[in-house]
């Protein structure tokens, strides 16, 4: 059963878009559904913006970002503060927006929890940024004083993903308006709702009218004309990476600067002589979190051969633990996928890789009772004996489904691990740190970790090498990717 088919949820909420400090329905008044995909109701309408939705924003944007005494002129301590206030009231509002994004999501409340609180963290991080953008003096060859400043691009577009709406909306915000920039944010159709309401909190932390957008529709239109529309300047995306090569056609009409997060298929790589039991205890949260649906998926375990029983007996007793269940309920550590369409197409995945010969360990299958019955759950799934070349292991699946791969050769693990499109995140678990440094320096991602499965820290660079994106998010580099860089010279004879 589909969540089109079932009867509405009694309490269903409208909500408007926010653009130019006002919140208003989309311009011809079409709305479009969002549901709980752990319940398969829907729990919402959102307005059904479009084009001229677009055309409206980044006049509010442009005018706002062009305003004299306005945004990009504040100056950069208040700039901060203002976000520090944003940051404020998002964990004031933490209960009310982890409930709304695990209702909306089908992720577990506690998950829910530490998103929202970490949205927060991001504010927090760049409202301390805003005032420390600094640019360089240069001794260039002529006797002049030549130095550099960073400059807001002006209007940026955001549009980001489903399957963590509100951290990765604050990813794009956070470093955009440290800048000085304003921005139209294009949520998930499957996730509008905590982006609605984070416009609503820009609105009350004191940002002006069109410095904070919130533009919700279709990513084939509203997308699709955010990210080609003149009066941009730049796009921050995060999705698939053929949603991405898409975005990098449209902008390419004007030239806009491009920054892309997109599909990963990462390694997780296990020494004979590493903390196996830790590694084995751990890992499945770093491929079963969010259900799957993590770009930084630990989705391929590659296991030298000599410890490859023990691993794959340990992992799999510990995946048996792993709780699925109602998002709701405070125990929960996995809860439904974001769909049914989703659901529907992880379980091809598995009856794919049984075809190619892989030996399913664990899972595979919806749970069964009544509790699982209207959502769209699937099992922590375990494959064993794969190899690097099935489909199961080349393609990503964004669900829970893992692939065992044992190997050899420290060569052999770094070769695998490297062949794949994508390059954004890793694991390496060797008691030699020796080793563990070289094979960190091997593996051609943007993101790894050694002995733990840790991607994201505030601080710290994001982001991935060949077909997992272009550009970093996070820390001070993101400052970077929303701001011009200008050389100024001054003859001082
Ligand atoms: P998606 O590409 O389907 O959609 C992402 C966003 O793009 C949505 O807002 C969507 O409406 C919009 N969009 C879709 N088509 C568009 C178009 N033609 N023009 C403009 N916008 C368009 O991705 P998703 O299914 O929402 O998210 C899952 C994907 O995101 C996975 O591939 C995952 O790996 C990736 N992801 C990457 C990172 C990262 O940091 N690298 C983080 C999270 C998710």
Redesign the pocket.
């Known amino acids: 059963m589909t969540t089109e088919q079932r009867a509405p949820d009694t309490s269903i909420t409208a909500t408007k878009m926010v653009i130019g400090g006002e919140l208003v329905d989309a311009a011809d008044g079409q709305t479009f559904q969002v549901s709980n995909p752990a319940r398969g109701v829907v729990m919402a309408t959102a307005p059904q913006g479009g084009k001229e939705d677009v055309d409206r924003a980044v006049k509010a944007a442009t005018a706002a970002f062009e305003d004299p005494t306005g945004w990009s002129s504040w100056s950069a301590a208040k700039r901060g503060r203002t976000l520090m206030k944003l940051s404020n009231l998002v964990k004031e509002h933490l209960e009310e927006l982890a409930q709304l994004e695990s209702r909306n999501g089908g992720k577990p409340i506690s998950g829910a929890r530490g998103e929202v609180l970490g949205a927060s963290l991001v504010f927090e991080y760049y409202a301390g940024a805003a005032n420390k953008v600094f640019g360089e003096t240069i001794p260039v060859s002529k006797p002049g004083l030549d130095f550099t400043l960073r400059e807001p691009i002006g209007v940026v577009g955001l549009?980001?993903?489903?399957?963590?709406p509100m951290l990765?909306a604050s990813w794009k915000l956070g470093p955009a308006l440290a800048a000085g920039n304003t921005c139209i944010l294009?949520?998930?159709?499957?996730t509008p709702l905590t982006a609605i309401r984070l416009g609503e909190l820009a609105l009350e932390a004191g940002f002006p009218p069109g410095v904070v957008n919130v533009v919700t529709g279709?990513?084939?239109t509203?997308?699709?004309a955010?990210?080609a529309h003149p009066g941009v300047g730049k796009i921050a995306?995060?999705?698939?990476?053929?949603?991405?090569q898409?975005?990098m056609r449209?902008a390419s009409g004007t030239i806009k600067k491009v920054t892309l997060?997109?599909?990963?298929k990462s390694p997780n790589i296990v020494f004979a002589d590493a903390d196996i039991e830790r590694f084995a205890k751990e890992s499945p949260y770093a491929v079963f979190d969010n259900a799957g649906?993590?770009?930084?998926a630990r989705s391929r375990i590659f296991v030298q051969r000599s410890v490859h029983e023990q691993v794959v007996q340990l992992f799999a007793q510990a995946t048996r633990n792993v709780k699925v269940g109602d998002p709701a309920d405070e125990a929960t550590e996995m809860g439904s996928l974001i769909s049914f369409k989703q659901r529907d197409r992880v379980l091809d995945y598995v009856g794919i890789g049984r075809e190619e010969g892989a030996e399913l360990v664990v899972g595979g299958t919806a749970p069964e009772g009544e509790a699982f019955a209207g959502g769209a759950y699937v099992l922590p799934t375990v494959f064993d004996n794969a190899r690097n070349d099935m489909r199961i292991c080349a393609e990503?699946i964004?669900g829970p489904v893992v692939s065992i791969i044992p190997f050899d050769s420290e060569e052999e693990a770094v070769r695998m691990a490297n062949d794949t499109p994508y390059g954004?995140s890793g694991s390496i678990w060797s008691r030699d740190i020796g080793r563990a440094l070289r094979v960190a320096r091997g593996v051609r991602a943007g993101v790894l970790s050694v002995n733990c499965n840790s991607s994201v820290h505030t601080e710290a660079p994001?982001?991935?090498y060949k077909m997992?994106?272009i550009g970093r998010?996070l820390g001070m580099h993101a400052i970077d990717m929303y701001t011009e860089l200008k050389n100024v010279y001054v003859d001082l004879t």
């Not at 294009?186 to 499957?190: C, D, N, Q």
């Not at 649906?293 to 930084?296: H, K, N, R, V, W």
């Open positions: 549009i980001v993903p489903w399957n963590f990765m294009k949520p998930a159709s499957y279709p990513g084939g509203a997308g699709a955010l990210a995306f995060t999705g698939e990476t053929t949603t991405g898409e975005i449209l997060e997109l599909g990963g649906q993590d770009c930084c990503e964004f954004l994001f982001g991935g997992s994106g998010e």
